[in-house]
């Protein structure tokens, strides 16, 4: 049975190696990236947390190896597959791999975990680390026995001596080990796929025991000597903050200890926190209580007048109207002129958010030149950053201890709530911790952007699209950070927009202006949502118009296989960081996906009396994903039956976790396309809980059947891919199944759900 601990900790190097159990006397191998030094914490005592783009590979004497992985976990297994990936090119017993968790430096490159990018930019240096420990291992054994290190194989967390059949354990030769040069990456020679023995393969989740029996430990769970919690009121609309406050009735609570305004209102709103007014207490009851025994005044802000509603019909009128030009190729005005026939449509997605099960939580102690953070975030340098300059102290002033998450989603990628604690701790000179409860957290989040497309295309005499024009309208993630910010950036066109892989020589991208009115953020998948879902559901239009079942128009669409280069004079195409020449946009895995996808239907039963397939097929994060759902119809109530997941992701490490991750993603985007809607009025969010912005009900889940395509491309990323193309194919299996078109999200404004 493999050795496992049950928390999270963060370490320092002393206590690390008697963690570890090495003593004096294992090998400890280092990798840092760029020519950094690894990192180890400074403190002697371990602490529940995690952390650090910085892995290490240990063995001790019992032969235990111990790897640190430097992601966080929230979920999606990656305190496993980074380990795996390490064990099996050092060709380590699973069974023997204790995982530990690395601390945050800035000079290891980004930590934040999102983007779909911890396996995909780590796959190769994992490698690197385990083929190293292993290259040392076996020249270890060479000195040992006086042999050539030709001579000399690990396998199975032992090293053999081909010729006289000796062999030895990893830890008894830890120590001599340890002693050996650190070899250059160019000088190793990694595995053959053939040769892998957990890569590729469904090896079970590290974490999943303690998590099932309760032993995790989330932001929640922190537990401080005289640790105050504090419940913060917050403005309600972007930019408003405290005119005035009477307390009296707050103080009055039994256990209040401390009531403290909070400066905020800062516009951009960045990372700040928002102005509010925190009641702190001995226990989270008192707090609370106290918390709606304040009597609060907000003073005006510019967004008081913000109505969602009447913000998605603007920008719709917005999106009929000539834009600005993203990318054009053609003539895309003289083609639709002469096309034989016309089609138009203006999709649109509301303000949506992350919803995950734990609620933001931070705590935090703030001595004269320190301080100390622990909080479910998933991205710990930008905590210790913006930590550090709210306290005026330096970033490596500041150590942030890395929970579990309980989800993240991308809300728990913005710090605000641990400058929050660090704040108040500092005020109260004692250890604070930040309760967030779940109408804080749909209330005041870093939303998705409301959108509004409008998509336009003319056919030609044979049937074939000749010309296409789309046009979107959203408030732009970079007006968080930057004044004045009203259309798209090129990263956010680049996310499923103007990467168009579809073969129409005429087309043409624009924006139109969306303004900013409250916090935007990233949330999974980000722009993929609403730019899936207007593509893919015109393409389906189109398809009918065309009379073609929706697979045989998509193929048709596509075109030919190529390599496709959204590149166009001024607009840089970002390709989720990766280099085109790597990972291409390629339409034979699209239209793979796209026969894969349509397999799973049965487009006979599309005959409008009730029952109908949809398919909806789209690349993001360089996976290609399709999804094709049943639904069935009776009257205006609708029930979604069945769902496939249709997924080339490349090499997938974890398939289990693959797996579990499109079911995830499944589920998500079942949520929001049947009934994500976060409304606002006058600036402030309506919406409290999951009785007004509700997540599907057990009930509510179809049967969930996912393929993983086999694919000898690099990993891809994986735990947002599935979500885009959910929304569309739902709606586009509702159309074929009653002929009614919904082009407004959610479902549920036009039908009950079964």
């Known amino acids: 049975m493999r050795k496992q601990d049950s928390r999270i900790s963060v370490v320092s190097r002393r206590k690390f190696l008697q963690l570890a159990g090495i003593g004096s006397g294992g090998l400890i191998l280092g990798s840092g990236f760029t020519g950094a030094q690894p990192v180890w914490a400074d403190a002697d005592n371990a602490s529940d947390s995690e952390h650090t783009l910085n892995l290490f590979v240990s063995i001790a004497p019992d032969d235990t190896v111990s790897i640190v992985c430097h992601r ?15 064990a099996d090119e050092m060709e380590a017993d699973w069974e023997k791999v204790n995982v530990i968790q690395g601390l945050a430096d800035k000079r290891y490159g980004s930590q934040n975990t999102d983007g779909s990018r911890s396996i995909r930019n780590f796959y190769h240096t994992m490698r690197t680390m385990g083929a190293s420990a292993r290259h040392m291992l076996e020249a270890a054994a060479a000195q040992l026995w006086t042999v050539p290190v030709a001579s000399c194989q690990a396998l199975q967390h032992r090293v053999h001596h081909k010729d006289s059949g000796r062999s030895i354990r990893f830890g008894e030769l830890a120590e001599l080990a340890a002693s050996q040069p650190v070899p250059e990456a160019s000088a190793l020679k990694l595995k053959s796929s053939e040769d892998f023995n957990y890569i590729g393969k469904p090896v079970a989740t590290y974490d999943t025991p303690d998590m ?22 917050r403005a309600p609309v972007l930019g408003s903050t405290v005119a005035s406050v009477k307390q009296d009735k707050a103080r009055a609570v039994k256990d209040v200890v401390a009531i403290e305004t909070m400066d905020g209102g800062q516009l951009p709103p960045l990372f700040h926190p928002l102005a509010g007014v925190a009641v702190l207490a001995t226990n989270t009851w008192a707090a609370l209580k106290g918390r709606k025994a304040l009597e609060i005044t907000w003073s005006d802000s510019p967004h008081s007048d913000h109505n969602s509603t009447e913000y998605i019909d603007t920008l719709k009128q917005r999106v009929a109207k000539p834009g600005k030009t993203v990318t054009a ?23 949506l958010t992350h919803a995950a099960m734990e609620p933001p939580s931070a705590t935090a102690v703030v001595g004269e030149n320190s301080c100390e953070i622990w909080a479910c975030t998933q991205t710990p340098q930008s905590a210790q950053q913006n930590v550090a300059k709210a ?7 500041v150590k942030v201890n ?16 641990a400058v929050e604690a660090a704040v108040l701790a500092r005020k109260m000179q004692r250890p604070v911790k930040v309760v967030w409860s779940r109408e804080d957290d749909i209330r005041h989040s870093y939303y998705h952007a409301a959108s509004a497309a409008y998509f336009e295309a003319g056919l030609n005499s044979d049937g074939l699209v000749s010309a296409w024009r789309q046009r979107t309208a959203f408030p732009s993630i970079s007006g968080t950070f930057s004044a004045g910010v009203d259309h798209p950036s090129a990263g956010e066109l680049s996310l499923g927009f103007a990467d168009l892989a579809f073969d129409i020589p005429n087309r043409t991208c624009e924006t139109a202006v969306a303004e900013y009115h409250t916090r935007i953020g990233w949330m999974r998948s980000v722009a993929n949502i609403q730019n899936a879902f207007g593509i893919c559901s015109f393409a389906d239009e189109l398809a009918h118009l065309s009379g073609q079942t929706p697979d045989a128009f998509l193929l048709e669409l596509i075109g030919k296989d190529r390599y496709v280069n959204p590149n166009q004079e001024d607009f840089k195409y970002g390709n989720y960081g990766a280099q085109l020449k790597d990972s291409p946009v390629d339409t034979a895995r699209l ?32 996976s290609y994903v399709g999804i094709a ?9 609708l029930r979604v039956a069945e769902m496939h997941c249709v997924a080339d992701v490349g090499l997938a490490v974890n398939p289990d976790r693959v797996n579990a991750q499109m079911e995830g993603a499944m589920i998500f985007g079942l949520s929001l396309a049947l009934m994500g809607e976060v409304t606002m009025e006058n600036g402030a969010v309506k919406n409290s809980n ?25 990993p891809a990323g994986v735990g947002e891919p599935g979500v885009p193309p959910v929304a569309p194919s739902i709606t586009n299996a509702i159309y074929a199944a009653c002929g009614e078109r919904i082009r407004d999200l959610p479902v549920n404004m036009h039908m009950s759900l079964a």
Not at 212 to 230: F, P, R, S, T
Not at 402 to 417: E, I, M, Q
Request: aromatic share 8%; net charge neutral; glycine share 12%.
């Open 690 to 714: 999951f009785h007004d912005y509700p997540l599907l009900r057990m009930q509510q889940c179809p049967a969930l059947h996912v393929h993983l395509l086999t694919s000898d491309q690099p």
């Open 391 to 397: 306290l005026g102290l330096k970033p490596e002033q």
């Open 402 to 417: 890395v929970t579990l998450l309980g989800g993240g989603f991308g809300r728990k990628s913005k710090p605000d709530f």
């Open 212 to 233: 099932v029996v309760g032993k995790g430990q989330y932001g929640q769970d922190i537990q401080l000597e005289n640790m105050l919690i504090a419940s913060i009121e």
């Open 72 to 86: 966080s976990e929230m979920g999606q297994g990656i305190r496993t597959g980074l380990p795996q990936i390490v």
């Open 329 to 351: 190729y053609g003539d895309t005005d003289t083609e639709l002129a002469k096309s034989e026939r016309h089609h138009s449509a203006t999709y649109s997605v509301p303000y």
């Open 591 to 622: 239209k793979r996906v796209v026969k894969e996808t349509a397999a799973k239907a049965d487009f006979s039963l599309n005959n409008g009396k009730g029952e109908g397939w949809g398919i909806a097929v789209h690349r993001s994060f360089l």
């Open 629 to 637: 759902t049943r639904v069935e119809v009776q009257g205006d109530k």
